[in-house]
Nanobody, 122 residues
Framework: QVQLVESGGGLVQPGGSLRLSCAAS????????MGWYRQTPGKQRELVAS???????NYANSVKDRFTISRDNAKNALYLQMNSLKPEDTAVYFC????????????????WGQGTQVTVSS
């Protein structure tokens, strides 16, 4: 069972930066994809950024050129560098991991961290 723990959230002024970290309990080598999601009250949880085992990245349009996702397999960690933060970035950010296995059908295993609050305000 994969355990994910986020850290690095906090209060920052608009234009500032934060770096979120996600520590996995075990090796992430077998994880096909990892990513960061965020959620605010009244809104559906949305994908912020993802990274595959091969290093391919994907970003939401709202964070392109401002956020950078990365992973360190040696440390079993996932990171999200957030620059030029805006008030609309305020949300609870969740670390996510997906492991897929092919049997007679595809089976997906999804793991979530507890979330870390990011508040962008003056």
């Amino acid at each position: 069972q994969v355990q994910l723990v986020e850290s690095g959230g906090g209060l920052v002024q608009p234009g500032g930066s934060l770096r979120l970290s996600c520590a996995a309990s075990g090796s992430i080598d077998s994880i096909n994809s990892m990513g960061w999601y965020r959620q605010t009250p009244g809104k559906q949880r949305e994908l912020v950024a993802s990274i595959s085992s091969g290093g391919s990245t994907n970003y939401a349009n709202s964070v392109k050129d401002r956020f950078t996702i990365s992973r360190d397999n040696a440390k079993n960690a996932l990171y999200l560098q957030m620059n030029s933060l805006k008030p609309e970035d305020t949300a609870v950010y969740f670390c996510h991991a997906r492991r897929v296995r092919s049997y007679s059908v595809l089976v997906y295993y999804d793991y979530w961290g507890q979330g870390t609050q990011v508040t962008v305000s003056s």
